[in-house]
């Protein structure tokens, strides 16, 4: 049941400024583009002048890499209690070719009730909701702890952002993580791991005409890449489904021979065969016992064949992670969901990794994932959001954080 002090919070959220504010971020391109040097650059100045205009705190910018960079912030409402973190990225990928879409993919247009743009929900949309939820908080006098806002750059890409911010020591004091990203608000306690993988298999460059004084590369990967298929198959058996993240996956991606530099050549057998290897895992795995798997399918290969010389290098691990229903953030929020809905919450998992994922790895730091937005129209053109959905996110995540904030006496009960 919702209280009437919290009502009273409620009902200071406006939806017409949810939307333009949803809408001014879409607007911002904020494309990684390294031809025109195009970065998060002009959102994070909009996000930070926000911040200090409308909740009256200077946010710190902190520069991870040349023109990337992070937006922290934090509320503190100076007694003592949890610090809830409100997460977010601000970069988004390419809205690719123009003509794939029918709305303008930086203009922020509103049709049939949707926002249409390109990071209109991935992740625009939630990161509006973070910053009216940060206000609201704000405007209480009932909380305790601390809000800490982080909008980091890189989420897309190698997740620098995240990891800049947790080696700055800025996750070191939080409680518990919301993240919006889209997962049309069902509350996804579960993200699915990956292993990111470099094969290089090396031969012998050789003529076309006479390819027995060379050792031919491609071939060899071509029995890496079944291999691989066959242990894919193997762990599916082994694992079974997740009912939250599905069946675990090893995906060749991309594949070079000869690898980039070595000018390709129709009658040239290259010297070396690259392929890039993109690996999600479920609760059911080890990290380190799949890449002993991954590295002992190698070795079997190369008993039955002297000339196959390859390498497997892991260039990223992002663990699976998760929480029980009951953690008091999931559970808060399950409540808070039941109040401003009626209806009772799906629970769900992340088929990816998000910056949450470190969060909670690296720092042990319990993390929902509960944003606006169709979980399937990520990166595709034509990207929206639905304004009633984020407008029902803006009204679960406040009450999630007031309840979650709420002043509790000594023996930890919450106080009336
Ligand atoms: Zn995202």
Not at 169 to 176: F, L, Q, Y
């Amino acid at each position: 049941m919702i209280e009437v002090a919290e009502a009273g919070l409620l009902d200071t959220l406006d939806k017409e400024e949810l939307a333009k504010l949803t809408q001014a971020l879409v607007r911002i391109d904020s494309v990684i583009r390294p031809e025109s040097g195009g970065t998060e650059r002009n959102v994070v100045r909009f996000i930070a002048d926000w911040i200090h205009g409308e909740i009256g705190i200077k946010p710190i910018i902190e520069e991870v890499q040349e023109g990337r960079e992070n937006v922290v912030a934090t509320l503190d409402s100076g007694s003592q209690g949890p610090c809830l973190m409100l997460e977010g990225h601000t970069d988004v990928v390419s809205e690719g070719s123009r003509d794939a879409w029918s709305h303008d993919p930086f203009g922020g247009e509103i049709a049939d009730g949707r926002i249409y743009g390109r990071g209109s929900c991935d992740m625009k949309a939630g990161i509006a909701v973070a910053l009216v939820t940060a206000r609201a908080v704000a405007k209480s006098r009932a909380w305790a702890g601390k809000v800490r806002l982080g909008f980091v750059c890189d989420e897309e890409g190698m997740m620098i952002g995240i990891k800049h911010f947790i080696r700055g020591g800025h996750a070191d004091d939080v409680t518990a993580c919301l993240v919006p990203e889209p997962e049309e608000n069902n509350l996804c306690i579960t993200m699915k791991g990956a292993i990111r993988a470099i094969v290089r298999v090396h031969g012998r460059m050789a003529h076309g005409a006479m390819p027995l004084s060379g050792i031919n590369p491609n071939t060899r990967l071509a029995r890496i890449i079944l291999a691989f298929e066959e242990l894919e198959a193997a762990e599916k058996r082994r694992c079974g489904i997740d009912p939250l993240i599905g069946l675990p996956s090893i995906t060749f991606t991309v594949l070079q021979s000869p690898p980039p530099g070595s000018p390709a050549q129709l009658n040239v057998m290259p010297g070396e065969a690259v392929a890039y290897v993109d690996i999600r895992t479920t609760l059911a795995q080890s990290h380190d016992g799949l890449r002993e798997r991954l590295r002992g399918v190698l070795r079997e290969l190369a008993k039955a064949d002297r000339d196959l010389n390859a390498e497997i290098e892991f260039i990223e691990d992002r663990p699976v992670v998760g929480i029980p229903r009951d953690e008091p953030i999931a559970r808060i929020s399950a409540a808070a969901f039941r109040d401003v809905t009626g209806r009772e919450p799906v629970w769900n998992g992340v088929s990816g990794a998000t910056d949450g994922t470190f969060l909670s790895a690296w720092k042990k730091i319990p993390c929902l994932v509960n944003g606006p937005g169709p979980r399937h129209i990520p990166h595709q053109a034509d990207e929206y959001v639905e304004l009633d959905q984020v407008w029902e996110c803006a009204r679960v995540y406040v009450l999630s954080s007031l309840r979650f904030l709420r002043p509790r006496g000594p023996d930890g009960s919450p106080r009336p």
